[in-house]
């Protein structure tokens, strides 16, 4: 069976641990869209990995784990995870990590282009700063390099002057700044080029060779449903399909590849960077959860904001998704509190809303109707069968179920991966 782990809010839903419990029943981990600018972290015996471009798949030394054409890739970031990893005991080698020859390059100009626009535009989006969105601008502008023009010195040095010669006088013109060097980009690039060879292959074909010996395929999500650049909270989103609909372009695969798919969110809701966020805490509350939940991003370290568990929106992820069963995780970060809020509807005025309005202006206006459910109290992260959580926690988790219209198939108590329930 093929199977999708996909985010159902704005990313950061514990994915990571997720995908990593699931790869045991898979061969293949494929990561589809995104680059640099999401973050897993995976906790296995007490070590905390961060994975950025890497499908954490890797922790487990007999998978296959792709890095597919949809994603666009840092090369030095690449490798220096690649390093990291190796620092804390895993050594990924080229047997286990397979990168698409397909993928697009981030270079200099696109992380300095990034900077340049967040700091002139009146309405910030909360770019990571990593030159995603820009490398994704010259992909579809078709002036993109990919990593397989990389690895041909001739054809890579032939697009990196036209692409300099276009940034270096827009940078100018624009923005003031005097450009970038040829020579050094080409040079530094080349460099890259050297490590990470051993790595690239055509990824569709390997793809689709698996999939027609009947190789289980884990495609996994980078970031969440809310972010994604077409249905997601737009302009304040990322830059590629982190919905389900990113996978068939992002790997090759057709639709009738995938078979099932896994949704995870959070018991609460949380989200980094700009944009409107209706069932936001701003109280000590807020403060409380962040501290308790370690809502701090993998990538940026940035603190998340944190709010209420918000159904409108898990339950138009779902819906968008063709979601089969949903993982929630960080139920344990509730511990504690006395009562839990959930947004059921919003309100905009006099009227009442139940689905989530694609109107920027008006979600960012709304108010949210909440239910609130009686607390638990207990601690749960020592549990590890449904019938021994709190009768409040089931109530809780069952009400979720219901709101979003989905089955729930486990329930995260903690950050390691022995703290899950199956359900």
Known sequence: MNFAVIGLQWGDEGKGKIIDILSVEADVIVRYQGGNNAGHT????SVRY??????????????????????????LALLHELDELRSQGLDVSPRQLKISENAHIIFPYHRKLDGFRERLRSNRIGTTGRGIGPCY???????GIRV?????????????????????????????????SEEEIAREYLGYAEKITPFVCD??????????????????????????????????????????????????????????????CKAYTTRVGEGPFPTELFDDLGNRLRDKGGEFGTTTGRPRRCGWFDAVLVRYAVRLNGVDEIVITKLDVLDELDE?????????????????????????????????????????????????????????????????????SMVSVG??????IRI
Not at 50 to 73: Q, R, T, W, Y
Not at 153 to 170: A, C, R, T, Y
Not at 341 to 357: A, H, I, N, Q, S
Not at 415 to 420: G, H, K, P, Q, T
Request: glycine share 10%.
């Open 137 to 143: 601008m010259d992909k579809y502008a078709r002036s």
């Open 50 to 75: 961060a994975f950025h471009l890497i499908p954490s798949g890797v922790l487990h030394e007999d998978k296959v784990c792709v890095m597919g054409n949809g994603m666009v890739i840092d090369p």
């Open 415 to 420: 950050s390691d991966r022995e703290e899950i």
């Open 340 to 408: 839990i809020k959930v947004c059921v509807g919003y309100r905009l005025g006099d009227e009442v809303l139940k689905t989530y309005p694609f109107d920027i202006e008006v979600f960012s206006n709304v108010e949210p109707i909440y239910e609130t459910f009686k607390g638990w109290k207990t601690d749960t992260t020592a549990l590890r069968d449904i019938s021994d959580l709190p009768r409040e926690a089931r109530d809780y988790i069952d009400a979720i179920s219901d709101l979003v219209g989905a089955k729930i």
């Open 42 to 45: 995976v906790v296995k015996d």
């Open 203 to 264: 990824t569709v074909s390997l793809l689709h060779e698996l999939w027609r010996e009947g190789r289980s395929i884990l495609f996994e999500g980078a970031q969440g449903t809310m972010l994604d650049v077409d249905f997601g909270t737009y302009p304040f989103v990322t830059s590629s399909n982190a919905s389900v609909s990113g996978i068939f372009s992002g790997t090759g695969l057709p639709p009738k590849a995938l078979d099932k798919v896994i949704g995870v």
């Open 148 to 180: 397989g023009d990389l690895l041909n010195p001739k054809l890579f040095i032939s697009k990196l002057k036209d692409n300099i010669i276009e940034k270096n006088g827009i940078y100018r013109q624009v923005f003031g700044y005097d450009g970038f």
